[in-house]
T-cell receptor
């Protein structure tokens, strides 16, 4: 089973709202990722958690706040977003056997995404 | 800096008309090359991981190959349900966890 689930599927929010995106996997993966994808563009990495610790923050604005409560769950808390933040937000996971080794790689499996619209 | 270029940007095939998609890459220390399929509004669906030149993998009508400079995704006798955007991504010794994606090839298969 290579399933990553995300909720909600769609989210519409105003610029003053606070909302959260949720991601879950039960594959025993120890690395989890948030990506942002704009229309007709490839996914862009936002955050990486390795063994529940934030490993990478790709210079993402502080209005996006990630959280990894345990090895199966990943949240993305949203606050004071701008209309240009409207996009498809993707969660992914991988085994992380190599702990980001220079000589080893793990396949990343993506969830179905949350379509976010900021009004 | 790692670079990934996919061609063509868009491809229209008739059902049964075989073809290939190209992914050219320039990286320092390739750790893996990945192919994904993405339907509109959905997350990328994993297809293949290739680790070293000469490697080939097959799944139904799809076959992925890898050389030191490029990868091909061969589609044999495509069906309309193969219509999607196909994304190529690489991971290198410089990139850590990050996947460096190409811009994708949008494939349309008509009956």
């Amino acid at each position: 089973d290579t399933e990553v689930t995300q909720t909600p599927k769609h989210l519409v929010m105003g610029m003053t709202n606070k909302k959260s995106l949720k991601c879950e996997q039960h594959m025993g993966h120890r690395a989890m990722y948030w990506y942002k994808q704009k229309a007709k563009k490839p996914p862009e990495l936002m955050f990486v958690y390795s063994y529940e610790k934030l490993s990478i923050n790709e210079s993402v604005p502080s209005r996006f706040s990630p959280e990894c409560p345990n090895s199966s769950l990943l949240n993305l808390h949203l606050h004071a977003l701008q209309p240009e933040d409207s996009a498809l937000y993707l969660c992914a996971s991988s085994q992380d056997r190599g702990r980001s080794s220079a000589s080893f790689t793990d396949t990343q499996y993506f969830g179905p995404g949350t379509r976010l619209t900021v009004l | 800096e790692d670079q990934v270029t996919q061609s063509p940007e868009a491809l229209r095939l008739q059902e049964g008309e075989s073809s290939s998609l190209n992914c050219s890459y320039t990286v320092s220390g390739l750790r893996g090359l990945f192919w994904y399929r993405q339907d509109p509004g959905k997350g990328p669906e994993f297809l293949f991981t290739l680790y070293s030149a000469g490697e080939e993998k097959e799944k139904e009508r799809l076959k992925a190959t890898l050389t030191k400079k490029e990868s091909f995704l061969h589609i044999t006798a495509p069906k309309p349900e193969d219509s999607a955007t196909y994304l190529c991504a690489v991971q290198s010794s410089n990139s850590g966890y990050a996947l460096n994606f190409g811009k994708g090839t949008s494939l349309l298969v008509t009956p």
